[in-house]
Structures are given as C-alpha cells and as structure tokens.
C-alpha cells in the first residue's frame, strides 16, 4: 500500500506527486523523493524498483522480508533493513522495515507494523535546514525513530527482570520464575538479533570511507551508533544478570529442598520419640512396676509432652522449624 | 559417475559433450564447461583432473571427502568444499560437494547425497543474461542452492527445541527431555561446522581482493554471505537457549525432587500421628481410665480420622500434597 | 546552577569573569575559560552553547544525562561523558558529568552529586607550569579525579567479596549470602558499564592520531588509559570470583542438604531399634519367657539404651552427627 | 643419537655422510643435508649446532624440551617445535621434535618417541620431483606427518566421548563417568595446547610476507593449515559435547536421587500403613468387639495386605516403584 | 635502599660508584650505569630521578607500586613494572619490581621482596659478549629472571590441582575440597593478572617498531614473549580444569546424597519390617492362633531375622549398602 510519496526541494516540500511521476523528480537536481509503503504487493515493489532503479537483490529481500537487520552499499544508494521492536503485553513483536536510499530519493517499506514514520516526515518538515541535507538526513532520522523504539522495550524486559528477582528471593512460585526467566531470555536474544548486527555496519556510516549519501551527516550516524550501544550495553548486562538469577534460582530451590528435609527431620522426631516411650510401656514383661503405679499413665503422658515441648524448643532455636 | 556435462556459449547451452573433448572446450573464448560428477571413482577424478589440470592437492581432497567446509584459492581457479545437510527423521546426515572453478568450467563432485544439482543448471539455462557471467555465476547458483538448504534444516531444530520447551515445563519424562536437548546440542555443532569456516572465506569473495572468477558478481555473493549470517544467527540464538533449556531443566528436576519430599513427609505424618495414638492407648498402664470407657476406642479412632483430616487440610492449603 | 567560570592566562588565573564575557575571552590567544555547571536548567546549557559555539547533539546529550561514558570528537573539540561511582551505605550511586574540551574552554556539567571539582582547580591554579597546557591539561586533570574515585569503590567491593567468602564457607545465613552475591554481582555490572567504554577511547587519546586539544600531554592520559586498565582487572577478577563464589555456594548448600539428611538417618535410627525392641516384647505370645523373668524389663531398657549408645559412637565416628 | 645423516641434491640422495662433513654439504649449492637425531646428548646437540651455525637460544630451547609448540625465524633459517601425541592404553603421551631449517638443511631432534620418520625420508626419496624443492618441502612432509599423527587420537577421543553418553543415559556407574569425563577433559586440553599455538604460526608460512625456506611450496603449507583447523574445529566440538556431558550427567545424578526418594516414601508406606492398623488393634481398650470376633485377625491381616497390594498397584502406576 | 651501583663500558665492569656521580657517567659514550634499589624512600627515588632524568609519571608509579604490570616508552627510554611470585607456604605474595631503562644506565627498584637480582648481575658479568649489547640486554636479563620465577610457581599450583582431584574423586572432605579450589582460582587469577598484560606489550619489544633501547636483542625478547605464551597457556589450563572440577565436586556431593539416602531407605527397611511383624503379634484379637503355640515366638524372631538377613543381601547387590 502506498502511504505517502513526497517530493522535496531544499528541505522544502514540493507536494505530494503520483507514483508515476517519481522518476522524473529523481532526475531532477537539488530535488528528491520521498515514498513510504506499507506491506506492499510484489507489483507494487517491482513498480518502484522500475521507477527508482533498485538492485533486484535488495528488492528481492524487501519483498521476502524475515531479513537479518543489515545496511549494504549497491552502487551509490544504500539497502537497510531494520527491526522494529513492538510490545504486545508480555511479548516482544518483531516488525521490518527495509529502506532503498539514493542520493536523491528514499524509500521506506515496512512490514508487519501499523506505526509508521508520519512523526518522522512532519519533524523533518519543521526542519528545513536539516532536511536541505537530502536524502542522508531522512535516512538518519527513520533510522533515529526506530533505534528510539528500543529503549522502551528495554526498559520494560529490566523491570520484568527486577519483579523476577523479588519472586526469586520471596521463593514464590519458583516453578514460574523459572518459566518467565526463560521466556526473558529469549526475549533479550531477539532484541541482540535485532541490535547487534546494526552497530558494525553503522560504525561505517560515520567512520572510515562513508557512502556517499551520508558524507555530512556522520555526526548524526555517530549519535545513532552510540545510541545502539548504550542498548547493547543494556541487553548485554540484561542478559548477564538473567544467567545469574537462574543460577542462583537453582541455590534457592536447592535450599528449599534442605529447608523441607530439616522440618521433615524435626517434626518426625516429635512423632517418634512418644511413640518409642509408648512402645516401652506396652511391653508385656510381668515385672514392670512404672504400671501399677496410679500416677504413672499420666506422667508418662507428661514426660511426653515435655519432651515434645523442649525439642520443639531446640529444632526452633536451630531453625530447623 | 557422471553426471553432466555440457558446454555454454554466451550464455545459453551448447549442448552435452564427451568428457574427453572437454579440455579442447576449456580453451575456446567465451565458453564454458559444466560438469557434474556424482561419487566419482579415483580414475573418474583423475581424469578430469587431467581435461581440467587441476591441482593435486585439490583432487585429493575431492577424493578422500571429509573436509572442512573451505574456498582455496589455486593459481586462477577455486576449489571450494561445501557440506550439504539432510534430515533423516531426526537426524541430520552431511554430504559434501567439492567445487572446481576455472575460469571457464566449473566441476562439481558430490558426494553421499541424491539431491543434486539440477535445478540450479535449469534455472541457469532459463536465464541467459545472468548465465552469461560465466562459471562465476554458476559456482553462486550451486553455493546459494547448498546455502538455502540450510534453512528448513534450522528452522527443524527450531521446532525440535519448542517441543522440548515444552516437555520440560510440563515436568514429562525428564530423562527423554535431557537426552533429546543432549543430541540437539550435538546436531547444533554439527549444523555450525557446517556453515561458521564458509563465512569468513566467502566475505573473500566479495569484499577486498576478489579473486579473478567472481569480479562481476559480487554483489552475489555478499547475498550469499548475508544469508550465511542469518543462519549462523540463528544457530547461536538456539545454541544458547538449548544451554540455557539444560540448566533450567536442571532446576525443574531439583524442584521436583523437592515436591517429592514435602509429599513423602506430608503422608508419613498422616499415618505416624494415629500410630502414636495407638501406641499410647497399648500401653499397659493399670490406671488408665479411658480404656474402661465404653465410648473410649470409637472415640479414639474418630480422633485418629480427624487429626489426619486437620493434617490434609492444612498440607493442601501449603501445597504439599 | 553556576558552580565557577573563571579565564586562565599563561597557567595563571586572570580571575572570575561573568557568563556573558565569555566568547569574548575565548577569541583571545593564550587564554581559556574554565566553566562548571552543576544540574544547569535548559536555559543555562543554551547559554553556554551560544557563547561556546557547542554543537547541538553534544548539548542535548548533556542535557538529558543517562549517556554511556565517551569521549566523541566534534571538529576541534572534545565532549565527554563520564560516570562517578558514589557508595551510598552498600549502594553504589552513579552520578554523571559532562564535559565540553575546545582548543581554549573547559565546561564541565555535572549532575546528580554534590562533589565538585574543587580540588582539581585548585591544585591545577598551585602547578601553572602544568595549567600552561591549556585546556587539555584540565581535561586530564578532571578525568584523573574521576579516575581515581573508581578505586575506593572498587576496594569496597572487594571487601565485600571477602565478608561473603567468609559466610559461604561458614555456612553461615546461604539465603544471606545468595541474594549478596547476586547484588554484588549487579553492582560489579553498573562498575564496567562506567569502565570499559572509556577504554578504547582514552587510547585514542594518547596513540595515533591524538585530538589537537590533547597534544602534548599524551603521556597524562596514557596514565589515565593505565588505571582505567587497572580497575577494569579488578572488576574482572571481581567478576569472575563473584560467579565461582556463587557456583561454590551452591555446593556448599547441596553438601548441607546431605548433611542433614545423614543427621536424620541417624537420629532415625537411634529412635527406631529401641522401638522394634519394645515391639517385640510388646507381642501377645503365651510363650515368651523373658516376660516372666524378673530382670526382663531393666534388662531390656539396658540393650536399649546400650545399642543406642553404640550407634550413637559409630554415627560420631563416621561424621554423621 | 645420531639416526641419519644424508645429503641430496637436485631431489636425488647422495649418500649417507659422516657428522664432521655436514658443513662442507651445507655449502654446496643445489645441495641440501636432511639430519636426524634422537634424543641426542647436549654435545651432540652443540656439534650440530656447529656444523649448522644454530642459533642459541633455539639450541638450548631444542635440548630443554617441553616447549610450546612454534615456528621461530632466525635469520633466514626457521626453527619450530611440534608435538607428537601417542595413544598409550586410556593416556595420552605428548613427545615433542624440534626441527632447524635452513636454506640447504634440516635438522629434526625427536625427544620421548619410538616414532620416527623414516616414512617421510622414504616417501620423499620416491618423488624427487618434489624434494627437488628442497629443504622447504621436507619442512612440510615431516610437518603433514606430525598433524596427521593428530587424527587418529581425535578419533580416539570421539569414541571415548560416545561410550560415556551411552553409559550417561544408561545411568550406569555415574561415580566413573564423572571422573573419565573429568581425564577426557584433560586430555582435550592437552591436544589443543599441541594444536592452537600451531594454527597462526603456519598462517604465515603461506600467507603474506612468507619465510624464504617456505616460497614454492606455500600451497602445501595451506593444506597443513588446513588439517590443523580441522583437528582444532573437532577439538572444540569435542570440548563442547564434554562440558554438555558434565552438566547433563548431573542433571541425570540429580533425577536419579529423586527417583530413589520416591521408592524410598513408596516402601515406606506399604510398610507404616499395616504397622498403624496393628497398633490399632494393639490398643487395650475394654470394648474393642472387632477383638472378639472370631474372623477379626485374619480379615485384619487380609484388609492389610490388600491396602498394601492398591498401595503397590498405584505407586506402580505413578512410577514411583 | 642502595643495593648496588656500577658502571659498565664494552661490557665489563668498570667498578663501583657513587650515586652522585651517575649522571656523568650516563653522558659517556659506551658506558652504562646499572643501579639497583630495594624498598627505597622517596628521597632516594628522587635523587635517582634527577640523577637519570626520569619522567615524573614513572617516578610516582614506582614509588606508589601496586601498578599493573606493564611496559611504557618514555620518549628513548622504558618504564617497566614487573611482578614477582612468591610462594609463601599455600599462599602467593606478590612483590613487584620496576625497571627504568635508558639507552645507557637501567635502574631497577623493587619492593617487598629479599629476592634480587644478584644472580643476573654476576651471569652478565660472566658474558661480556652479551653484556656488550648494553642496557637493553641488561633489561632482558632481568625480565628472563622474573619470567623464570613464575614456572616453580605454576608447577606448584599444577601440583595442588593434582592432590585436589584426588580428594574430590576419593569424596574425602568435600567441603575442604570446595575451598581449596576456590583459593586455588583465586591463586591463579593473580598469576594471570601478573604474565597477561606482559605478553602484548613484550610483543612490541621484538616485532614491529622495537623501543630503540631494544634493538639488536629483539630475538631474546621474543624468548621471554614465548615463556609468557608458555605460563600463560598453563594458566589457562589449569583455570578450566579447576573450573570442571568444582562443576564435577558438585556431582560427587550430589551423587553422595543420593548414596546416603539410598543407605537411610535400606537400613530404615530392615527396622521397618521387623517392627511391623512386631505389631502383628501384639494385636490383642482373641483368637490368634499363634500366640498360643510354643515355638511361637521363637519362630517369629527367626522370620524376622530372616526376613531382614535377605532384604540385607538384596541391598547389598543393588549397591545401597
């Protein structure tokens, strides 16, 4: 579906144009276009392909999409594709968008996702110095927004992690911390998918031969490559301390299972012991004379009970109960 | 055996040769000679080895199979070892293929596999214009058709995993479960070996020097490489949940050997408190009044049932039975 | 809020200048400007970027504060951001400053702790032939307080390592100890997330191309790029003894667990010969003599006691009680 | 012990020569003098070093042993140490030979090993089109020797591996496996401590700036690079699987203690539930009428043994026996 | 303390000499001074400081001490700060020695350690040859000194490594064992914390662009480089076979428990049986066949034993006793 298709000259925009008119704005110097789809069909992309000259390889990926994110050079223009992360409740969804960047067009497919780049476009319209820098600096601020989306969900899998580590060491339902620090887990390994393999490649955007679209804009390349390994950063130590918690969840269930056998211990001593002192006093011998004695049922029952009371006493003061 | 073997011009077939023309087809300008040899015998081998001059130590490696999977580089020509992975119901069963590339032949000796390659020399012949790239393109068909069969292959283990999830969490048949984690494991490595020595050798096909029979298609294959990429990407993403899978069903069997004691103590008290009573009301005290009641044993037992009844009520609420 | 802004010529102080005079005295040669804000407002930070010349990015990173440490060129200036540790009780606080490095300013912004840079000024006013650098001199000299806060920090975790290898190896509270491992452990991870970005970066002050502020004083930063080496080793060591430390304390709980239960056999046993005793001769048989015997009952309770007395040797001897 | 000395030239054997003329041979052009000694004393040792102008540091390296494995320039000769592994019985022997090439020479000391290579010598004396190379060539057939002596190990070490899973899930002997997991750890390490140091050394034996003994036969050097990242691939396979192993086999020692728990409640219960009913009908209570019944005894002992045989019946079920 | 102070020219000793005389004697050409302090005050480091012109950085380290090992260029000369084991009984003592180097004097300053540098002194005055290379060579000898002194040392942590797995594999004091491993990894971390950030920057003293105090001895340095290589490795051997065998202490303490509860359910067996017998025969039914017959009881002891003499032997060939 065709969302948007724009063209612009020195920052300013011209108007919107009608799809078929694309290539001719493209030719045009100090001018360039830029077109947003959504979950396009194979003609709608092999149209724009035709307008905009794309590299049947990179189209291919558009259209295939579950890429790896990456940013590769063909020719002058640059291909990206981008994860976009989306909380739905607990879960992490993965949406694509992949981007063609010319020097005087972009491009921007996604997939997957209703959030689009109207934020994008309307910033970079208020801005007409920045976006007199031509399609470079459209290509940094799409890609801006969607490395912004990966704070928040950051940010939530750290709490989840925090309100884990409280059931941990309440011992609450270890069964389910179990589960969830899982669950946590493979969550953070998709987001590295999506984040890891963005820093090498937009290293190159800003240092060392830069393409050519992004030749005055490395410093806006840069800000992005240290955004995405502050999220590195984050996930990384994420992931660090979710292989100790489950390490230590291990401890605390194996401690648990100490805990249990020390009150088995203890309250079976409280059954045993009177049983063995009834067990002697229901012993037939004909001489015992504790049996005659009126006093002695409920002494024995006393003797009992005290013993109880002063084990009950120690197995507390050992913490055994 | 052979397979194949058939000459192309400009693109397009000339049309099957005998073996023994094929080094007077090797030296014509502009065409190319595609051979296709399946578990060759050593004299089947050395005979091409002399229609192609190939290198000794190449053919030597095409003979013995076993190899890693590599891309060498001989004067103007590669040799190339690629590992091929099939699914026989849960296994994953390697063949090979050794690549030779000339600049005007490609030999392909396969090796323990039925799946050849004739889909690629199909779609090949379908496509001039690209087949005119020479045996350069050919060795990208064969290699991007190896590489896509890695994929069903990963996404089989993917699901293998899911189901194992599953299983652990559902506390079924642990010992299966670590079994089957310990052969995914080992499945993951070999699916590693596989694809980890191909990524850093065929980067050297397209970025850098590129060696003579590759320039004009390297953008080829950097597709290649990318997709090697996902698939290692993949592998490790399940690599460390599989590890991470074995220690969390580590934890779920210390727990439920947890489970089993609090049971064992919880049904060991339910039968030990009544027996205590009994054993009370056998001694043989002369003076115990309670057993000349005429309500005393009826008593006694409704006692017995309602202690354990107490007991019960008490042991669900904590989760012990 | 303005902490201090005061010029600098030759290494010696010219004296406090107000905010608004100072793009004049930057224009002038063998002079520079020494600014401090602490928790400035937006208005503050813009003001000091209109008289500094700053570039936007750098201002709206020290603006928003949460920035990993760096060091990022920006022409020939410098902007850094940098973490100071602060224990709170057993916490540790990470309060952040950001500095902005020109051929002849320094403005450092710090937020979120009351401890400046005082001593630093100072002792740079008290040493002119060093403050004679310039404004790559103060940088160092800031950057070296910082530096230097980490190791008593650092010390502080290391002590609390050793209280914790104490109680796991005391068996002292493991519940205890688990939850202190684990927060050590976080506390190590906030530690190398201030340490190790400034690396790399602090290498690329003193080897290579150096940034124009920081020639001439690249054996100073070398010292500083040395200590950052210095407490990333320690943080290392930290790390991987504080894993063992955890690995090892499972071991010592699972080791417990055994213990009690062998405690508990024992006791067990103590308890249940004596009562299969008194079982036996609280059978109904009409013959059993030693019932009739009038030492049967004291001598029964003597083998009682005797075998108990026995086991109890045997359980001492073999360390289960 | 000197066990060869001979001279070729132009790939042809001269002729065995006495120790005292090797320098004279040294010197002739287009010949070279292949030299082997065992565990030679320190002045056969320096005599050679004599003759051949050794440096040093490599003589005394050559005549301590138990040197890492490496390829050491001096000058324009090489000097490398390689281990040996030799399969005796479960153990592993590392020997170590030392090899001096030099432009017309190769000296060989072997230290620890029947082994020598007389094959190789064989070998190289059957193709004098090769050994026309030179000592360079010699180099590499003893070389490709010593590494291909690493196969069969590693093939050892495989099969080792295989029969501990097995005896794993077969829960057999869990004490043996545990300590033959342990040595099959260790003797990982000590292939790979023979391996690793190898593989980046011979790197440069083919690739970039290569030493003169080697130029011409780099493309064999590549093959044994080749071979040495193959045993290291298998290496690290195996090391990962043992480490899986370890941790599996834990899991599988803790399962089985829960297991014998369950056996352990289940006996128990088959035996307290009759004890409790006994006790019941051992108590003395004056109006008991099951006592008077003529069928009381034995419906007792039939009520006990068919609550023992349902008992039986779903433990059985439940798996617990 | 002044431990000694010579002067060298052409390789001999000219004789010993005043402190305040160095400095002339570091302006003669061919001569070089060779002091060595031990424990010394800040008056003597400053003396020596002005006497050799030493950089404020180093002097400040060397008087400071717990440095990382390290090797710095000072414009043409080298800063060094090496540590030295020592074993003191089980414990390791780390003293440290720094090293300035000059293209004529070398002054080594240690710190808490009898052990100096006599022996190197007196070799090197043996070899004149040598000594002749200057205090380049001096600096060597005294690095090759300190590398020597790690072997014993690693050797007796391989030693206590060996005794370890001998007590975890005999299950002899499992918690003593835990602790010793644990200070055994502690042992080693500080040992690699000693040798590895000596191995790169003793790289640089051999390949590539060598301190110009270096050159023409780059072939012993590249000796000490490959002792590093050489205790390194063994370090990190011994690391990960400590690691395995705290993971493998583990399973034998958990395969232990299982033991002693396997032993528990046996012998709880062979009380439980009898004792229910027991309870039979104390039933008060009225008619019980058996309490009337004579050999009544004697039979019933004799079932008893019996029973308990096979479950013995049924537990003995299952392994639980």
């Known amino acids: 579906m065709l969302v948007n298709c724009v063209a612009y000259q020195n920052g300013r925009k011209l108007g919107d144009i009608p799809a078929e008119q694309i290539s001719e704005y493209v030719k045009r110097p100090e001018c360039f276009v830029w077109v947003a789809l959504k979950d396009p069909t194979r003609e709608e992309l092999e149209a724009m392909a035709r307008e905009f000259d794309l590299h049947p390889l990179a189209v291919e990926d558009a259209h295939n999409g579950h890429q790896r994110p990456k940013i590769e050079e063909y020719g002058d223009s640059l291909f990206a594709v981008l994860h976009i992360p989306e909380l739905h409740g607990d879960d992490i969804h993965m949406a694509e968008v992949s981007l063609f960047v010319g020097p005087n067009y972009v491009l921007s497919v996604r997939r997957g996702t209703e959030a689009g780049f109207v934020a994008v476009r309307e910033r970079s319209e208020r801005e007409p110095h920045l976006l007199k820098h031509g399609s470079g600096f459209v290509f940094y601020a799409i890609m801006d927004n969607v ?175």
Not at 166 to 183: K, V
Not at 287 to 301: H, I, Q, R, S
Request: charged fraction near 20%; hydrophobic fraction near 45%; charge should be negative.
């Open 147 to 321: 490395v912004d989306r990966y704070f928040p969900v950051v940010d939530a899998l750290e709490v989840e992690l925090e309100k884990l580590e409280e059931a941990i060491f309440a011992d609450d339902s270890p069964r389910q911390s179990i589960r969830e620090l899982y669950q946590l887990k493979h969550k953070l390994m998709v987001m590295r998918h999506a984040v890891e393999p963005l820093i090498e490649v937009t290293h190159k955007l800003y240092g060392g031969r830069v393409p050519q679209v992004c030749v005055g804009t490395q410093e806006y390349f840069r800000d992005i490559y240290d955004h995405l390994l502050r999220v590195s950063q984050q996930l990384d130590g994420l992931r660090d301390m979710v292989i100790t918690a489950l390490s230590v969840n291990l401890s605390m269930i194996t401690m648990g299972t100490g805990e249990i056998t020390k009150r088995l211990a203890a309250y079976a001593a409280l059954v045993a012991v009177p049983t063995l002192i009834a067990g002697v006093y229901g012993m037939n011998f004909k001489n015992m004379p504790e049996l005659d004695w009126v006093w002695g049922y409920p002494v024995t029952l006393a003797i009992m009970v005290g013993i109880d009371g002063f084990l009950w006493l120690r197995f507390r003061k050992a913490g055994w109960l």
